[in-house]
């Protein structure tokens, strides 16, 4: 219903746990062993750990608006080509001699603005937001390509990496605690704010919430651009992981943040989902992309993986429902 | 370099518009027009060859359509291909991303009379005119262990350990030809260095950064990691640079000047291999107004700004040379 | 019911088809060849016998992500067979069963597992392009028999075989389906309002699996072409062509949530996509721009549509 699935454990409301996300768990712990045994323990690695969080929280981020916008009914398919042109703006800005401090908030207004883009179309627009984001996907790549034309951005200063990536308070990097600080915001804000109840509100009926008095053209165009924003923060992240710009940086991501929000049991027809599933989601998606060079076999496999693991997952949730 | 390169773009497109406004179809009478396709647009590697492409362009009197697809999507170039052809250019050539899927196009070509060429990346038809090739396979793959061992024998006084490879699309021919006379370069002269692993990271320095990380704690007492393609370099570079081991594992592998340095300064990378792409565009433009002008090659051939350049007459191949090693003395090369 | 909706987005794509039709003329007078003209069928093709089966998909309410995946899979079975030295028109055969095959998966897990078709694809756009890869370790398949060059090679007169001989009987087929038979009514009833249609007693689910395997053979099909016309199989084929299917079903005027729509609006759509991709290739703009501009056109298209319907209300609403 209106809030995110309920549970009968006695915990603070906002750490709302079902049975969804407590078979998640039971399915990360369960690949976790299987690449701990199969990698001969090589998988805790502190190097492997390290990759493997960084890789989540570029995931997660993003992955947290994306979770809000299906939440309210929507879906947006553009992620990938924003973070690439995101990254052609920020990355531009450093080869102006900007520093880090200086080049975040590049990032982040380059991401609004796609973001808004995407949303005024969808909610001024009325644009199906599928079809919307499906030309913008395209349109922003494109843009990319203009700006960028035959060159790479490679002289990232190594400022980037060294915040980002190699600063590890209590041994977790600093983009990592940047995406567990933002997933507990939009928890908080999902669970315990008014305009987090209206976002289940729209998801669950757009026009009775809109008679109810919901600015639901306000708030879905929010959920849009606050997305645009979350890009632009995976994307700083993800020049700190890899420190150059191609034209084709981000291609295929929209697919990976997507699958992790899906897993995580949020529902595409809206109005339910929740983002410690989202959370769960994003961590299973990486250990699936981390596992196949540590068990010794082609990553091909991962496709495969990946793809039944979703089935199973949301089949599964749907046997639950109808017992 | 880069504002000039994005205020480069917005003229071009706007330029681009004009001339499809005023009608850009007029060619010049005696001009060849020559077709050039890539493997993919969009990255430095070819932007060079295209560079010297018209170089030679502008010194032998020929226009140089340069197009490519956005992704190396060998169906994406046959398209361009055939495009070009029922444009009626003088000659096309490709960096084929599949070495068989050209042949229906090469046939079109010849029986309209149109010079067919591939370059830097073969293409298998019997009707291909031209080959020219960056520098000899078996040269490059041998280069590449021979400076990887030398790299090894200074980290840890012996020329033994364990390596891996991280190569872009495992489907790319010549990539995979490399792979072949490195493995073999291997097995002959270094018996005591154990390949343990060839991974695919593609056109994408992300995920061959992501490939690395996991070949390093799959393998915690690897010794040196082979970067097959421009993105699989750096991306290895980055991930033996964040997980601490800079100096333990030796990085070496083919790639541009431009792409690797900032490895290079930081001493994560001591040498790369690679070849001059101006160099190998200005050569086969070389190549293509000889075939256009009814000439025939020699085995060794005095080419204008070039030198000496040899020409196998059974593979119709012009090779440019031998590879040329990249340090921190000839870093500063722009490529 | 089912006709092209004149007063929605056909109009716009006559506008826009017109435009590009005289840009790229004056920008290369020389496109107005019999060569061109079948090259851009040829181009026109693959995309457009997978947007045919996607139509489907999308007016039963649904939607097809792993099309693309399916088009790789099959034609490197079919490869795969054809180098095992399996007759080439058995091996064609094995190919379309393995995309019938899939788009049967598809439909069951959205019918059984009662799971938005949009994640199901999703799920199986992984797998499959997966499985492509994983059985030929992600190389390129070739060497493949004579006879197979027909497909995609072949020509009757001087115009290519695959236009007049598989896409066009296809298209008139698929319409005849549409418009004159039970199941096209059952689809646009399915598409239209589910409950309705279940409560009438239309067993949905065969429906939306149907549909679904309409789409993985004609997958298949497009793949055979492909693979014929390439004398190459790739694992990693078609990855693009998911997304830009969908594309062209809507830029042909069906609603993405079903009901509305026809396989002839998607053929004229499709002409216009290859019109665009062509036209731009031929006077050497890049690919990366004819796929931005396609996105343009989308947006465009749809919200033209929108502007044109508010117009109108707000006249019926004066009056």
């Known amino acids: 219903m209106a809030t995110p699935a309920s549970s009968g454990l ?10 969804r996300e407590l078979l998640l768990v039971v399915g990360v712990i369960v690949i976790t062993a299987g690449i701990s045994i199969g990698s001969s323990g090589n998988f805790w690695a502190a190097s492997n750990l390290t990759n493997l969080m960084i890789s989540t929280a570029i995931t997660l981020v993003p992955a947290i608006g994306m979770t809000v916008i299906i939440v309210t009914g929507g879906i947006d398919v553009s992620v990938g080509s924003m973070l690439g042109l995101v990254a052609v703006a920020g990355g531009t800005a450093f080869e102006y001699g900007l520093g880090l401090a200086a080049a975040t908030p590049v990032f982040l207004i380059a991401g609004a603005i796609l973001g808004l883009i995407n949303g005024a179309l969808i909610t001024y627009g009325r644009v199906p937001p599928v079809i919307a984001t499906l030309g913008t996907l395209s349109v922003y790549r494109a843009a990319a390509f203009l700006f960028l034309g035959n060159h790479w951005i490679t002289m990232i200063p190594p400022s980037v990496t060294e915040t980002m990536v190699l600063t590890q308070p209590l041994g977790v990097p600093v983009a990592v605690w940047i995406a567990l600080v933002l997933l507990a915001l939009g928890m908080v804000f999902l669970a315990r704010l008014p305009r987090g109840r209206h976002i289940f509100a729209i998801g669950n009926n757009e026009n009775a919430a809109r008679l109810n008095g919901i600015p639901v053209e306000r708030i879905k165009l929010a959920a849009y651009t606050l ?5 632009g923060v995976a994307a700083l992240m993800s020049l700190g992981h890899s420190p150059m710009v191609q034209t084709t940086t981000g291609t295929g991501f929209e697919l990976t943040v997507i699958a992790a ?42 496709g495969v993986v990946l793809g039944v693991i979703i089935l199973v997952s949301v089949g599964s949730a749907t046997v639950r429902r109808n017992d | 370099m880069s504002r000039h390169a994005f205020f480069k773009r917005w003229a071009v497109l706007g330029g681009t518009t004009l001339a499809l406004a005023l009608g850009s179809s007029a060619t010049w009478a005696e001009q060849y027009t020559v077709g050039f396709v890539p493997k993919l647009v969009g990255i430095p590697y070819f932007a060079a060859m295209k560079q010297g492409m018209d170089k030679a362009g502008k010194q032998f009197d020929m226009k140089i359509v340069y197009q490519g697809p956005s992704s190396a999507d060998v169906a994406q170039q046959v398209n361009i291909v055939s495009s070009l052809i029922n444009q009626g250019v003088d000659a096309i050539g490709v960096a084929a991303n599949s070495p068989t899927a050209f042949g229906p196009m090469v046939k079109k070509a010849r029986d309209k009379n149109i010079v067919f060429y591939s370059t830097d990346s073969q293409v298998d038809a019997d009707g291909n005119q031209l080959r020219v090739s960056q520098v000899n396979d078996k040269a490059l793959g041998y280069k590449v262990i021979d400076v990887l061992a030398a790299q090894l024998k200074a980290n840890t006084g012996k020329t033994s350990g364990k390596v891996a490879f991280v190569s872009g699309g495992s489907t790319a021919t010549n990539l995979n030809t490399w792979i072949k006379f490195m493995k073999a370069r291997l097995a002959d002269k270094y018996p005591d260095i154990e390949l343990v692993d060839v991974q695919y ?20 007492d690897l010794d040196g990691i082979v970067g097959v393609n421009t993105t699989s370099v750096p991306g290895a570079a980055q991930a033996v640079l964040t997980s601490g081991k800079k100096g333990q594992i030796a990085v070496t592998g083919i790639t541009d000047p431009n792409t690797i340095r900032p ?3 930081n001493g994560t990378v001591n040498k790369v291999v690679l070849w001059n792409p101006i160099d190998l565009g200005y050569l086969t433009g070389w190549g293509v107004k000889q075939l256009l002008e009814g000439k025939s090659f020699k085995p060794v051939n005095d080419v204008p700004g070039l030198g000496k350049v040899k020409y196998d007459e059974q593979t119709k191949t012009l090779l440019l040379g031998p590879p040329m090693v990249i340090d921190k003395s000839n870093i500063q090369m722009d490529f | 019911m089912n006709r092209i909706d004149w007063t929605g987005r056909a109009p716009v794509l006559l506008v826009i088809s017109l435009i590009t039709l005289i840009g790229v003329s004056i920008g290369a007078p020389g496109i107005w060849s019999t060569d061109n003209l079948f090259a851009m069928g040829v181009l026109a093709v693959e995309i457009g016998i997978i947007a045919l089966g996607q139509t489907f998909v999308i007016n039963t309410g649904g939607i097809d992500l792993s099309v693309g995946a399916i088009f790789a899979l099959a034609q490197v079975v079919m490869g795969l067979a054809m180098v095992g030295g399996v007759p080439w028109p058995l091996a064609v055969m094995l190919g379309l069963g393995v995309g019938v095959l899939c788009g049967l998966v598809n439909g069951l897990a959205t019918v059984w597992l009662r799971v938005p078709a949009i994640i199901v694809t999703l799920a199986t756009m992984f797998a499959f392009s997966g499985l492509a890869l994983v059985i030929t370790s992600g190389i390129d398949v070739s060497g493949f028999p004579e006879g197979f060059a027909v497909l995609g090679q072949g020509t009757i007169g001087s115009v290519p075989l695959q236009i007049v001989a598989i896409y066009l009987p296809l298209l008139v087929l698929l319409a005849v389906v549409q418009w004159r038979t039970r199941f096209g009514r059952l689809v646009h009833l399915t598409g239209t309002n589910t409950l309705a249609a279940r409560l009438t007693g239309i067993r949905i689910g065969r429906v939306q699996i149907a549909t679904f395997v309409i789409a993985g053979g004609l997958a298949a099909l497009a793949g055979a072409i492909n693979a014929s016309r390439l004398t190459t199989a790739r694992p990693d084929a078609g990855a693009t062509d998911n997304l830009i299917s969908i594309a062209i079903v809507v830029l042909g005027g069906s609603s993405i949530f079903g009901g509305k729509g026809s396989v002839v609006g998607t053929a004229l ?13 031929f006077n050497n703009l890049n690919a990366i721009y004819q796929s931005g501009l396609i996105g343009l056109i989308l947006i465009v298209a749809v919200l033209m549509q929108n502007i044109m319907l508010s117009i109108q209300q707000r006249r019926a609403a004066a009056t």
Do not use: C
């Not at chain 3, 759509?269 to 290739?281: D, F, K, M, R």
């Open chain 1, 10 to 19: 006695n915990w603070p409301s906002w750490i709302n746990v079902s049975v």
């Open chain 2, 201 to 220: 990271g593609g056109e994408d320095v992300t995920k061959a950064t992501n490939i690395t990380n996991q070949l390093i704690s799959a393998y915690p």
């Open chain 2, 263 to 265: 490895y290079v300064m």
């Open chain 1, 261 to 302: 929000v899906v897993l995580g049991g949020t529902e595409l027809t809206g109005g339910r989902g929740s983002l410690l599933g989202t959370l769960l989601g994003a961590i299973l998606v990486g250990l699936v992309q981390n596992g196949v060079v540590l068990l010794h076999i082609q990553p091909f496999w991962s």
């Open chain 3, 269 to 281: 759509a499709t002409l216009v996509i290859a019109l665009v991709n062509y036209g731009l290739s």
């Open chain 1, 227 to 231: 997305t645009g924003v979350l890009v």
